[in-house]
């Protein structure tokens, strides 16, 4: 009797210490794939790229008290402030607003490798009305929308919506303005 209480109590005690150890070494393999996970994070933190407009140039193809068909051309300079990270801009678009009135040209992909800047130039047609009458002064919103991608070596992100606001802008007809260095808000 001694003896079939003895085997009983000693092949589960096996079982119980299998248990275990399968169950600390999963549990060991979770948290080394979380730590993993953090820290590959934590070293490659995306930034949203910087924008910062330096010039603009109103050219007035015709101009009447009460509208003014122009072209407005834009110089943008585009910084990656990422180490490891490069930023693809698969789609962009500048988009001019004047008093509720939008008119928009695309901006061919490009890409911003890291700690490296691009300056852009783009240009939109414009027909504004001059509510007010004419003046030798306008004051757009500029904005840009893109679809950015962020890759690091092979690995590539999906790509997701970035928006850009540049704000305060004011602009002489017939002249080239030059910003100091207008930084734009960018929304990821």
């Avoid at 010039?55 to 490891?84: C, D, E, Q, W």
């Avoid at 504004?128 to 890759?151: C, H, K, M, R």
């Avoid at 850009?164 to 929304?187: A, E, P, R």
Wanted: proline content about 4%; aromatic content about 10%.
């Amino acid at each position: 009797m001694r003896s079939t209480t003895a085997t009983t109590t000693h092949g589960i005690t096996k079982r119980t210490r299998l248990i275990r150890l399968v169950g600390r070494s999963l549990l060991g393999v979770i948290f080394l794939v979380a730590l993993g996970m953090i820290i590959c994070w934590l070293v490659v933190i995306p930034k949203t790229p910087r924008l910062i407009v330096e010039t603009g140039k109103v050219v007035v193809h015709s101009s009447t008290i009460s509208m003014l068909n122009a072209t407005i051309a834009f110089t943008v300079k585009s910084y990656n402030p990422n180490k490891r990270a490069s930023i693809h801009m698969d789609y962009m678009r500048m988009i001019v607003d004047n008093m509720g009135v939008r008119f928009s040209s695309a901006i061919p992909s490009f890409t911003l490798t890291p700690r490296n800047q691009t300056v852009l130039w783009s240009a939109v047609q414009v027909n504004f009305e001059y509510p007010f009458g004419y003046t030798e002064e306008i004051n757009p919103e500029l904005q840009f929308s893109a679809e950015v991608s962020y890759s690091v070596e092979k690995w590539m992100s999906k790509p997701r919506l970035l928006e850009i606001y540049c704000n305060h802008l004011l602009l002489k007809i017939n002249d080239s303005t030059t910003f100091d260095n207008t930084k734009c808000k960018v929304d990821l």
